[in-house]
């Protein structure tokens, strides 16, 4: 994953936490440990969903910070660049939404016609009902999935990773804790924050499974 689409992210370093915060301060302190030890294994991973993060290490330390202090600046002059500031041609003024083509059952078309304000709102109020009935499982179905893409990337070879994974899978968080209690504790906790909306746990951020930005030598 580019660092440039991920907002936090956390450096491990073999089983240890090195650092944890905003990308461009764990790139840096990636860096400096790098630096300091040449051979060492450092693995980053997106807050969010645990997805591998690439940096582009090259320069010194204040390179590293100039390049990330560049990008924020082109997407935030981007983004400066409001719809309703940019000019605007001819024809109705856009309302948010985009015509795209449904294909229903007659039965469907005349169900819709019936309902207060017309097919249209009736489609958009529908889609928001199914969106919002799906957000739980959504959820929970993506905190699986990013508990177990870190969990195989640094505990796949720990006691009672598979008997752990099935545990997450299972939504059993008893069992899934105390499997992972031998771990490594930096390992285990983030594995459990990345897991927590899996057992229905309301997790601390939808970016920070490790919330303060800290540094390992």
């Known amino acids: 994953m580019n660092a440039t689409t991920v907002r936090v992210c956390t450096a491990f370093a073999d089983a240890r936490r090195l650092a944890a915060g905003a990308v461009r301060d764990v790139a840096r302190a990636v860096r400096l440990h790098l630096d300091a030890h040449p051979d060492a294994s450092v693995l980053v991973f ?7 993060v690439e940096f582009d290490l090259r320069g ?20 400066a660049l409001e719809p309703s500031a940019r000019p605007r041609g001819p024809g109705r003024p856009k309302l948010g939404v985009t015509a795209r083509e449904v294909t229903l059952l007659p039965r469907h078309w005349d169900w819709l016609a ?12 529908l889609v928001e009902a199914a969106s919002r009935a799906a957000q739980g499982p959504d959820r929970r ?16 070879d720990a006691p009672g990773f598979e008997e752990a994974a099935r545990a997450l899978f299972a ?28 057992f229905g746990m309301t997790p601390p951020s939808a970016d920070a499974p490790s919330p303060t930005p800290e540094a390992v030598a």
């Open 114 to 125: 019936a309902q207060p304000g017309g097919a249209s709102v009736t489609l958009r109020k």
């Open 171 to 198: 939504a059993d968080a008893v069992r899934f804790a105390t499997l992972t209690q031998p771990w490594p504790a930096d390992v285990r906790d983030f594995a459990r924050e990345l897991a927590r909306a899996a």
């Open 141 to 156: 179905r993506e905190a699986q999935e990013a508990a177990y893409r870190f969990m195989s990337a640094m505990a796949g």
């Open 60 to 79: 010194t330390v204040d390179d590293i910070a100039a390049r990330f202090d560049e990008t924020a600046g082109a997407h935030a002059d981007a983004d």
């Open 46 to 52: 997106d807050n969010a969903t645990a997805c591998p």
